[in-house]
């Protein structure tokens, strides 16, 4: 079972929709988690942090449940510009990150 | 501007060859890493550096080798015993080992083997 799991998608929504999607992970020691946003054929760059009681930046929120170990982002008012891939990130006490492979999201006009 | 540069962008190798990819930061980062991207799979890391002269492997650190002689400098040479070298590699670096959460990637260089 691999460390850390995301529903690949594509999520094709219009402008203006909300967009949500999960991501899975194995280790009940997991730490810290986040998301990170990558556009196509680029790096990643950190898109937020998860904290316990949840957390907006904007119009993103994550959640997370440590019970079901699973987080969540959500997407409010979706724009052209949230097109990308979003990895699902996971630390443990190692001072290492688990990726996960990503889940893909359009938005179109 | 600070950052972090990889060069090259699209490397091209025959096979049974070595070849070295470069990554350079002036963010005066402290702890460096080197991951491979993979379709459909999640960054996998290679090698890590939390300081000078000190490199640690990663998950999948066969075929692969690192040196940290600058704090600024983490080369990473795919060897010819790396049997499957053709992805996407990733350079990254965080101010120091307790903030390895927050990476700061470079651009990447695209590795295909002939």
């Known amino acids: 079972r691999k460390e850390v799991e995301q529903d690949p998608g594509p999520f094709n929504v219009p402008e203006g929709a909300t967009v949500a999607f999960n991501c899975t992970y194995s280790?009940?020691?997991?730490?810290?988690f986040f998301w990170y946003r990558q556009d196509c054929r680029k790096e990643p760059k950190l898109l937020m942090s998860?904290?316990?009681s949840g957390n907006e930046d904007g119009r993103f929120t994550a959640q997370l449940n440590r019970a079901s170990q699973y987080i969540s982002l959500l997407i409010r008012d979706s724009k052209l510009s949230d097109s990308a891939t979003y990895l699902c990130?996971?630390?443990?006490?190692?001072?290492?990150?688990?990726f996960g492979a990503g889940t893909t999201v359009t938005v179109r006009a | 501007d600070g950052g972090i540069t990889q060069s090259p962008k699209y490397l091209f190798r025959k096979e049974g060859q070595n070849v070295t990819l470069s990554c350079e930061q002036n963010l005066n980062h402290d702890a460096m890493y080197w991951y491979r991207q993979d379709p459909g799979q999640g960054l996998r890391l290679i090698y890590y550096s939390q300081i000078v002269n000190d490199f640690q492997k990663g998950d999948i650190a066969e075929g692969y080798s690192v040196s940290r002689e600058k704090k600024e400098s983490f080369p990473l040479t795919v060897t010819s015993a790396q049997k499957n070298p053709t992805a996407f590699y990733l350079c990254a670096s965080t101010k120091d080992r307790s903030s390895y959460n927050e990476q700061f990637f470079g651009p990447g260089t695209r590795l295909t083997v002939l």
């Open positions: 998860v904290y316990s």
């Open positions: 990130v996971v630390t443990h006490n190692d001072y290492k990150l688990s």
């Open positions: 280790n009940s020691a997991s730490q810290s």
